[in-house]
């Protein structure tokens, strides 16, 4: 017996519909089970920095620090000779003269109310720096680093390779 179009599904199909979202996550677990392939890979690195981000969402929940006025904050440790500093926190609280005298010209400078972001682009990384004016000469109020592409870079990494040029 069929069905005309637009019409009711044959009573022998319509059990098997109703079967099927319980037969779903039963049949879910089996596609995990399919060699590495390209398709798997790819799977594997998305899982990766979905991880990533869970955890980085996981930080936010921790409680606020104590805000400090940027003026009042020193840079963190260089490195002897004038290198790459170890991590970004380092930036924080630098005036744009010493931030170039560290990192040279920025690839992009965008003006955005009191603030100035300048983005810093490599091969396999990028920093993002944001200075604020306060009272008089703008200062580097938040820094971050980040990959390009699916490779894992490190603080320490990036500011190197942004620095080497």
């Excluded at 199909?13 to 392939?37: D, K, Q």
């Excluded at 306060?134 to 942004?162: D, F, K, M, N």
Aim: aromatic fraction near 4%.
């Amino acid at each position: 017996m069929t069905a005309s179009p637009g019409g009711p599904a044959p009573p022998l199909r319509a059990p098997l519909l109703a079967f099927l979202p319980a037969l779903l996550p039963a049949l879910l677990p089996l596609a995990s089970c399919a060699p590495p392939g390209p398709d798997r890979a790819a799977s594997l690195v998305l899982e990766e920095v979905l991880e990533s981000h869970r955890a980085s969402l996981a930080g936010l929940n921790t409680p606020a620090p104590a805000v400090t006025p940027v003026a009042a904050r020193t840079a963190g440790p260089r490195r002897p000779g004038g290198g790459a500093p170890g991590s970004v926190a380092a930036l924080l609280g630098q005036t744009p003269d010493a931030l170039l005298a560290t990192l040279g010209q920025p690839t992009r400078r965008r003006p955005e109310g009191q603030a100035e972001i300048w983005l810093y682009q490599g091969t396999h990384c990028a920093l993002d720096v944001v200075l604020y004016r306060e009272a008089s000469a703008p200062r580097v109020a938040w820094a971050a680093a980040r990959a390009a592409g699916t490779e894992t870079r490190t603080e320490a990494r990036c500011l190197s390779e942004l620095v080497a040029g």
